[in-house]
C-alpha cells in the first residue's frame, strides 16, 4: 500500500500494482462498499498484467482506515454505516488525487464495481484527466441521467440485480444514448467477482473483454472525438454485431 493526499490534505492508502514493462496508461480501480478487498486487488493485479499502471485507492479511510469487509450482511452493514458517513465531494477530491498520483504513466482509465461504479460515473464529469470510464452494477447511476457524458463511458449491468430492474436500464438508455450499457442474462449484484455467490464466469469474461477493448481504445488510442449535442461519446464503436436475444447492447444506436 501506498499514502497518497488529497487536496485538503487528508491522507488515504491505496494498492498499486506496476506491469512488467513501459505501461501503456493507467487504470484507477474504486472499490465496491466492501473496501479495497483481496478482489479488488485481484483485479488491480489483473489491469497491470494486461500492461497498466493500476491503484484501488482505500476511499473509505477518512472514516474508517483499511477496511476490508466480508460479503455477507455483517459485511453489508459495517459497509453502510461507513457510506453513511461520507462526504461525496471528499470522495471525488479522493479520486482526483488518484488519478493525478499515476497521470505520469499515460492516459487514464477508471474502473468501479458496485458503489464504486456509481462513484465512476460521477467522476466521469468531475474529475479531471480521464480518458474513459467504466461501471459495474452501478445501482445510483440509473438515476442520475440527467447530464451529458464528457468522457466515453460503458457499464455492465446485470439482468436479474433484484435491485436494478432491466426496465430502469432501459429507460436510463433513453435519456443518455452518449453511454455504452450492456445487460447480461442470468447476471446479478457483483457477477464479475469470482469470490462471491453471485459470480457468472460468462458474464464476467464478456465484460471483462469489453472493458479491457474500451481502456485499449481510449487510453491508447487518438483522443475522443467531441459529436454536437452527444457528449463526449467517440465515433468507434465497441461492437459491431447482431445482437442476441438476452444480451442486449444498449448502448448508442449505431448509424
Partial sequence: M??????????????????????????????DVFGVTPEVRKAADAFAAAGYVAIAPSLFDRVKPGVSLD?????KAAAAAITAEL???????????????????????IVG???????????????????????YDGGG??????????VPTLLHFGENDPELPLEQISQFRAHRPD???????????????????SYREDAA?????????????????????????AGAYAQAKTEKKKKKKGDDDLGPPVD
Fill in 113 to 135: 464495481y458496485g458503489w464504486g461504479g456509481d462513484l465512476a460515473y460521477t467522476a466521469a464529469n468531475k474529475v479531471n484527466g480521464l480518458a474513459c470510464v467504466i461501471g
Fill in 205 to 229: 469474461g464478456q465484460a471483462l473483454k469489453r472493458t479491457l477493448f474500451w481502456i485499449s481504445q481510449y487510453v491508447e488510442g487518438q483522443k475522443p472525438v467531441l459529436l454536437k449535442n
Fill in 2 to 31: 501506498i499514502e497518497l493526499t488529497a487536496s485538503d490534505g487528508a491522507s488515504f492508502s491505496a494498492y498499486r500494482a506496476e506491469p512488467s514493462e513501459t505501461p501503456k496508461g493507467a487504470v484507477v480501480v474504486l472499490q
Fill in 141 to 150: 447511476t440509473v438515476a442520475d441521467y440527467r447530464e451529458k457524458r464528457k
Fill in 87 to 109: 462526504n461525496k465531494e471528499l470522495t471525488i477530491s479522493d479520486i482526483q488525487a488518484t488519478v493525478d498520483a499515476v497521470k505520469g504513466a499515460g492516459k487514464v482509465a
Fill in 71 to 75: 460479503h455477507d450482511d455483517g459485511g
Fill in 179 to 197: 453511454v455504452s450499457a450492456f445487460t447480461y442474462p442470468g447476471a446479478a449484484q457483483g457477477f464479475g467477482c469470482d469470490e462471491r455467490g
